[in-house]
């Protein structure tokens, strides 16, 4: 069995060594876990997380690092395979496993040497955010304001962010992109999360465009804060364009559940998230951290209101485009779940 030590004042590292049985691991072998921002679902998820691992495995020295959605991949792809884990996004998990998108930039031929131990069962959900007061008359969808060709002030998530990826290639299904807004007088800027709230509330942007889980805090102040607050609706078919063109969407519907602005649901494109590792991490290791997450699952769903949905017979299923590891295949088997 693996231990692991005392978390340090920062609540992230931990030391330890590795169990004499794996004769082929170096001892105290560090592992990296590459969450992401500071606040964030990932940083959250992994901070319980290795708090679980701390209780119930031996052995591991771990440490949470701010990572993304995006280049998580690349770290894990690139790492020595017992020495990081790490999260990313369906819509990622597509991307890497086929070398498209922001990754087949960098990466054409892919990044295939990655599996899933779970995911996340926490989706997050896309939207585009306007005042009533802004918007010509008549219009209610985001294709209608299109047509418009408007010059407003576009806020999408920062450069890089699956999120601002989910936003360009909208525009793209409804045949626009950034440079058109541009084009038509308007202007566009990338924003982290919290500058959305800050942006749409100063009236420093008309249309904001996140992709986020439900409910979020910044999507609370705008939404608490702006009286015509308008969610535009999105055509069903562009929707069903963009899961078609692109791996790794949900086409689901938005919750209305959360915000006073929003009174009823509305057809969107979602993404959930998964725990990955190198495809050569070694299966013990793999094992006991699915382990300990299956087992632990409750607490996970306890401890965060945006893992409510964290239920183990879930879970261990349709993990992106990221195939089980065999670890962590044989741990949802063990314990009922495969």
């Not at 360009?168 to 950034?178: A, C, D, K, M, Q």
């Not at 899961?243 to 993404?271: H, N, Q, R």
Request: aromatic share 8%; proline share 4%.
């Amino acid at each position: 069995m693996y231990h692991l030590k005392t978390i340090t004042a920062a609540g992230l590292t931990l030391a330890a060594t590795l169990p004499a049985s794996h004769t082929a691991m170096a001892q105290n072998e560090p592992i990296t876990a590459y969450a992401g921002s500071v606040g964030g679902l990932y940083m959250e998820v992994m901070s319980v997380w290795i708090s679980q691992w701390e209780t119930d495995i031996e052995g591991l020295d771990i440490s949470a690092v701010s990572g993304g959605g995006t280049t998580n991949p690349f770290h894990i792809s690139r790492s020595q395979p017992n020495q990081a884990v790490g999260l990313t996004d369906t819509i990622t998990s597509a991307d890497a496993m086929e070398g498209t998108g922001d990754i087949g930039d960098r990466a054409p031929e892919g990044l295939r040497n990655l599996r899933a131990l779970v995911r996340l069962n926490a989706l997050s959900y896309s939207s585009f955010l306007t005042r009533k007061s802004l918007l010509p008359e008549g219009v209610t969808t985001l294709g209608e304001l299109l047509e418009q060709q408007p010059s407003m002030r576009w806020a999408f998530l920062q450069r890089g962010n699956p999120g601002e990826l989910t936003g360009r290639r909208f525009l793209e299904t409804y045949g626009s992109s950034f440079e058109e807004l541009a084009e038509w007088g308007g202007r566009t800027s990338f924003n982290p999360q919290g500058e959305h709230s800050s942006l749409m509330i100063d009236g420093h942007v008309d249309v904001s465009m996140v992709m986020t889980r439900v409910p979020a805090a910044f999507m609370l102040d705008i939404d608490a804060s702006i009286r015509d607050l308008v969610w535009l609706a999105i055509e069903e078919e562009m929707v069903d364009q963009l899961v078609e063109s692109y791996g790794g969407y949900i086409k689901t519907e938005y919750p209305a559940d959360f915000y006073d602005s929003l009174s009823e649901p509305f057809v969107t494109a979602a993404v959930d998230h998964v725990l990955f590792v190198h495809e050569d991490m070694d299966d013990e290791l793999a094992y006991q951290l699915t382990h300990t997450v299956l087992e632990n699952a409750e607490a996970m769903r306890n401890s965060l209101q945006s893992m409510s949905e964290f239920y183990p017979d879930v879970i261990c299923h349709d993990t992106g485009q990221f195939d089980l590891h065999p670890g962590a295949e044989r741990a949802c088997m063990e314990l009922g779940y495969l």
